[in-house]
């Protein structure tokens, strides 16, 4: 079975923050909700790259595997492939556009 979403937000930040918040896996901490354990190779985000970390819930630690599918910063949109326990995958396709000089619309599906 395959679900497809697509959430969108408004944030209060400038398009080239919030990409710079997303081009680079060292980051990531600040906005997700694992620990980021390893980013190979090291660096700004680009296809191939692996990023290791750990979440926890339901009382245990879970490991959670992500491959840097694309890049595309000309369009500021970043593929990724997430695996999670259970044998679940999750292909993200995450994109930011700029609404003005303070926001921006960033999706996520």
Not at 53 to 66: E, F, N, P, S
């Amino acid at each position: 079975m395959s679900i497809s979403t697509c959430p969108v937000a408004t944030v209060e930040a400038p398009v080239e923050r919030v990409w710079q918040l997303l081009a680079d896996p060292c980051n990531y901490g600040l906005w997700w909700d694992a620990k980021t354990c390893s980013i190979e190779p090291a660096g700004p985000a680009k296809s191939g790259q692996r990023i290791s970390a750990r979440t926890r819930a339901l009382g245990k630690d879970w490991d959670v595997q992500i491959t840097v599918a694309g890049v595309d910063p000309d369009k500021r949109a970043l593929d990724l492939t997430t695996q999670l326990p259970f044998g679940i995958t999750v292909h993200n396709h995450i994109v930011c556009g700029a609404l003005d000089n303070e926001h921006c619309r960033v999706s996520f599906g």
